[in-house]
């Protein structure tokens, strides 16, 4: 019995003939989405074939596109054996969605370890040039002057020309910026400059990710992509904690900012590769309509950015009670993360009475946890939402979770009921990785009421939560000069920024999609 295959790329069919006597049979396949494809999908065709139908296997193989046939073990066995050349590299057939949270996450990882690199190195850097505690404090919140500057012009750049645009111009940036740092740091402008650059570079890109969601993910599926994506600031605070210190000890102080910044530009490279391939998925499989496309090109976009800032509804964002609650938890959520993540080694070592190593590694504990509850948070809120329960209810339930567990567990920690050091230590990275929460609440909210604008409401609320890291942290300082006490100074503050924080978010937080449309 002979067989022939032929295959139809364009109209997605194979038709198959079965001798001379039986009609061919066709059948249809079906594109299989939101499946990682091996590299080789392989199938056999196994039939006898006659001495008298060999003539015909240099017409097969020329008539079947994309089919390899094995001509060795035809002539041996009489048999024919076809398998499908699949693309490479292996997640080539990923649906783009998924590469792109995927590679956005890993910015987002290189993006704190070159925001914590700082924080160890200005030790021996201060021993170097002789800098005193002042200089030093200045050098370090110059990232949060860009950071701040950067938050408003971040949205609304990544509305104009996306997200994918204004993230990959951010990471080359801040990766440009933290490799120049020794080379700079004899020269306290140009080093000021650096990481102002630095701190512009990763200020634009949150907006961008956000934008990037907002287009891309289902609602459905838009907890778990928030928290993949920042999550990354989490595993990255790890990993610059961790090889900090051993690359300053055995190659000096500049092998961090040179390594740092080396990967933001191997990033850069592979993303041009990624950020190619054609539109996530159909546009049926989307819970909005689109508002923008996907691939604008830069000429069509500068014609756009002129007039643009015009057409944002910015009245209308302010009218909004959801987006003023918006502001305030994000205020109040930056103030404890920012004064935790800049004095709890400070407090570790001098009110805990921890050396310095221990110190180091207990400030790893917060961000390492927060990664384990970050993905049962997603998890949680995807599952509940796609069960049908509202999505402002979630996510009410998630900021909650986030705000109330690390005010809980500070007060806990500042009041005197002879807890041991290392019960102090648990308690507060308890508290502090439950605020990861954040991710499943407060993040998401931005891309549940506006897909059009959530990059510029980011921008908003990121700006001011940008302050807390320009005057909560020095403030933290001066209390603690004034008070002398960490519970008055680190704690009290945080807690009532928390607890106030719930309070609105639960009085006017919703996440029920609105136009901002201008009013007349």
Known sequence: MAARIISNVDSNFFSFSYGTNIKTSIFRTQPLTGLPLKKRLNFEALCSIKERERENAAEEQRIVSGIVVDDELREKEGVLRVGFN????????????????????????????????????????????GWNASVAGLVQS?????????????????????????????????????AMVPLLAGFMPGLVLSRIL???????????????????????????????????????????LILAPPLIE?????????????LGIAWYSIFQV?????????????????????????????????????DVPWKEFFKSKAVWAMIYTHFCGSWGHYCCLSWLPTYFSEELNLDLTEA???????????????????????????????????????QTIAFLSPAACMILSSLDLGLSPWQVVAILTSGLALSSFALSGLYCTHQDISPEYASVLLGITNTV????????????????????????????????????GTVVWLALASSKPQSFSKSD
């Not at 690199?117 to 021993?127: C, G």
């Not at 055995?250 to 390594?259: A, D, E, K, Q, R």
């Open 465 to 500: 939560g940008a302050v807390p890291g320009i005057v909560g942290v020095a403030l933290t300082g001066y209390l603690l000069d004034s008070t002398h006490s960490w519970g008055m100074s680190l704690f009290a503050p945080s807690i009532f920024f928390y607890l106030t």
């Open 142 to 178: 110059s990232f949060f002057w860009g950071y701040a500057l950067s938050q408003l012009p971040g949205g609304w750049l990544s509305k104009i020309f996306g997200g994918r645009r204004i993230l990959e111009v951010g990471v080359l940036v801040w990766s440009l910026a933290t």
């Open 86 to 129: 699949g693309d490479w590299p292996p997640w080539k057939n990923l649906p783009q969605r998924y590469k792109l949270i995927g590679t956005t996450s890993l910015a987002f990882v290189i993006c704190n370890m070159d925001k914590v690199n700082l924080s160890i190195a200005i030790i021996p850097m201060s021993h170097q040039f």
């Open 250 to 262: 055995n190659y000096g102080w500049g092998s961090v900012f040179y390594i740092f910044g080396s």
């Open 198 to 240: 630095v701190g512009i570079g990763e200020g634009v890109s949150p907006s961008a990710a956000t934008d990037m969601i907002a287009r891309t993910i289902p609602i459905e599926e838009r907890s778990r992509a928030v928290s993949v994506v920042f999550g990354g600031l989490s595993f990255g605070s790890v990993l610059g």
């Open 360 to 398: 180091a590694w207990v400030s790893v504990l917060p961000p390492l946890a927060s990664i384990f509850v970050t993905s049962i948070a997603s998890q949680s809120a995807d599952y509940w939402i796609s069960n049908g329960i509202e999505t402002t209810v979630v996510r009410k339930i998630c």
């Open 274 to 310: 990624v950020k190619e391939d054609k539109v996530p998925f159909a546009a049926s499989h989307q819970s909005w309509p689109q508002t923008a496309p996907m691939n604008k090109s830069w000429t069509s976009s500068l014609q756009d950015l002129g007039g643009s800032l015009t």
